[in-house]
């Protein structure tokens, strides 16, 4: 008889719709970060000294995928701070806020 591994996800306690909600919060700061990060970098490209002798299509592409990745990685350890930014101003008082925003704008 064999008894198969109990995974992490049925072990562990459901969290709580607000832990859920925090956590959606986060990574959209996170990701929205990373997105303004990513323009900062090309940006900070484009304003180059000049054009690339050996530049192709192909070197611009991996070059926007390496800022992509390194933007992201910035993002996750929150190297600006605006992640933390936006989730304190849109923390509990501000999801309430937001919320109520919505839907007084959706007419509910």
Same mark, same amino acid.
């Given at each position: 008889?064999? =008894? &198969?591994?109990?995974?992490?996800?049925?072990? #562990?306690?459901?969290?709580?719709?607000?832990?859920? /909600?925090?956590?959606?919060? !986060? @990574?959209? +700061?996170?990701?929205? /970060? %990373?997105?303004?990060? !990513?323009?900062? =970098? *090309?940006?900070?490209?484009?304003?180059?000294? *000049?054009? @690339? =002798?050996? *530049?192709?299509?192909?070197?611009?592409?991996?070059?926007?995928?390496?800022?992509? !990745?390194? %933007? $992201?990685?910035? #993002?996750?350890?929150?190297?600006?701070?605006?992640? $933390?930014?936006? =989730?304190?101003?849109? &923390? +509990?008082?501000?999801?309430? #806020?937001?919320?109520?925003?919505?839907?007084?704008?959706?007419?509910?």
């Amino acid at each position: 008889m064999t =008894i &198969g591994a109990v995974s992490s996800a049925a072990a #562990a306690p459901s969290a709580s719709p607000a832990d859920a /909600e925090k956590q959606k919060l !986060r @990574d959209v +700061a996170k990701q929205f /970060e %990373a997105v303004f990060l !990513r323009q900062m =970098i *090309g940006s900070m490209r484009s304003a180059g000294l *000049g054009d @690339d =002798i050996l *530049g192709s299509s192909a070197t611009d592409q991996f070059r926007d995928m390496s800022d992509a !990745r390194t %933007a $992201e990685s910035m #993002a996750e350890k929150g190297v600006l701070g605006i992640a $933390e930014m936006l =989730i304190g101003q849109f &923390g +509990a008082s501000g999801t309430a #806020a937001v919320r109520a925003t919505v839907e007084r704008k959706e007419g509910k």
